[in-house]
């Protein structure tokens, strides 16, 4: 009865598929929502929850009423730089960060030979391309990407609102800014300039992640799931 198939969206830069897994019409002309993890690629717990969600999704099981997808078309990528997953890494393969590299009027060539490489150029990288082909092509009407290791809710654009539809079920704080500056990130990029809600949430790390006493306790998947999967169900819902 539900529908949903998984498609090879683009590849990664050392030819990695990049999947992700629409709910709702074979070929939807909009997306209600789109979801996205694992822009970084050592923050584990952002695929491993998704990967939950879509599962339990194409499973019927749902935490409350099940969510009409035909009426909320939605993409979910569960790994958006498996390059980086495969290697550990924050960056991808060409060691850019990919929450750097977006083209938005504060985009600059910056912190080379860093963890927060912006790239060569703007959209340098096949993972921003994809991105930015979906919203072109798909113009979701709303936005969800999962990081790691705040244990916040970060928004960019007219998105408090869903960010708060979020942090009811979960309990997170609703945080308007990280506290650093971000030039040429995705939340700038479709939540400042486009005007796509957009919401981060940011997990606590999870137990593989280097401990780090500045950052909430590392928590295990089962108690990621059990805290955000009301949360999950309520940004597709929202
Ligand atoms: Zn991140």
Redesign the pocket.
Known sequence: MLSSHRQILAHSVQHRPIEGVFFGPQQPERLNTLIVGV??GD?TI?GELVTHFVEHLQAGQFAQDPIDFMARPTLIIPVLNPDGLAAGT?VNANGVDL?RNYPTPDWVEDNRDTPYYSGAAAASEPETRLMIELIARYQPQKILTV??PYKVLNFDGPARAFAEAMSQASGYAVVESIGYPTPGSFGTYAGVIRQIPVVTL?LPPGLDEPFDPEMPPAESLEQVWVANRTSLEAAIRF
Do not use: L
Request: no cysteine; glycine share 0%; aromatic share 12%.
């Open positions: 822009f970084h923050e952002s924050r929450n990081h790691s940011e």
